[in-house]
Structure formats: structure tokens, C-alpha cells
């Protein structure tokens, strides 16, 4: 069975920052592409970052871009994201997804691509 567990949120004043972790587990991490949606209140899932099976190459959203990065320890069979000056905008629910296929690329940016997501962790920011 496949199992993503997210953890790592918490609440965070604005210009904070937060690490999120995803362990995964019951298929074959290192051929995944990985990645972080979020979904704000009242609002549809967000793609935020995506990684490459080797973890060399990214994709961020426009909004996210420069603030957050996305890695993956394939070893630990773990999944990353760093989020750095933190806004009132970042408050959502994270998840960590894989995707549908493996061995796909980062392109297209696109939740079409996405199959089994986690439960989520929540990123509350907040002065």
C-alpha cells in the first residue's frame, strides 16, 4: 500500500521559516518524480514544487519561487521542503504527492500529473 506521511507544520510568524518532511513508503520511491500541492482555505489545490527522480532538477511555482525549495533523500526514502520568508498567503494545508507514472519528468508543471497524495500538514502564518 502506498503511504506518504507529511510532518513538519506548524504556525510560523511572517519572514519565518518551516521544514517539511514527507516519508514514503509501498512503492518504489527513487523512480517517482515527487511533489509539495497545497490547498488554502476556500481555494483549489496548488502545485508548489516538483523534483526529478535524481533530485537535480526542480520546478517551483511563480509564487513560491526563491522561497521555498524542494529535495528528496532517496535513501531515506524521504521527501523535503524548505519554506523561507514566509507569508500570510503561504497558509494551507501541504501535501506530498507522487506522481501517476514513473520515471516522468518535471514538465508539464501540472497537478494533472499527480496520483496518490498524503494527508497533508498544516502551515499556518500568522503574526
Known amino acids: 500500500e502506498v503511504q506518504l506521511l507529511e510532518s513538519g507544520g506548524a504556525l510560523v510568524q511572517p519572514g519565518g521559516s518551516l521544514s517539511l518532511s514527507c516519508a514514503a513508503s509501498?512503492?518504489?520511491?527513487?523512480?517517482?518524480?515527487m511533489s509539495w500541492v497545497r490547498q488554502a482555505p476556500g481555494k483549489g489545490p496548488e502545485l508548489v514544487a516538483d523534483?526529478?527522480?535524481?533530485?537535480?532538477?526542480?520546478e517551483y511555482a511563480d509564487s513560491v519561487k526563491g522561497r521555498f525549495t524542494i529535495s528528496r533523500d532517496n535513501a531515506k526514502r524521504t521527501l523535503y521542503l524548505q519554506l523561507n520568508n514566509l507569508k500570510i498567503e503561504d497558509t494551507a494545508v501541504y501535501y506530498c504527492?507522487?506522481?501517476?507514472?514513473?520515471?516522468?519528468?518535471?514538465?508539464?508543471?501540472?497537478?494533472?500529473?499527480?496520483?496518490?497524495w498524503g494527508q497533508g500538514t498544516q502551515v499556518t502564518v500568522s503574526s
Open positions: 504527492a507522487k506522481d501517476k507514472n514513473p520515471w516522468g519528468g518535471t514538465r508539464p508543471f501540472s497537478a494533472d500529473r499527480l496520483g496518490v
Open positions: 509501498g512503492f518504489d520511491f527513487p523512480t517517482y518524480v
Open positions: 523534483v526529478d527522480v535524481s533530485g537535480t532538477a526542480a
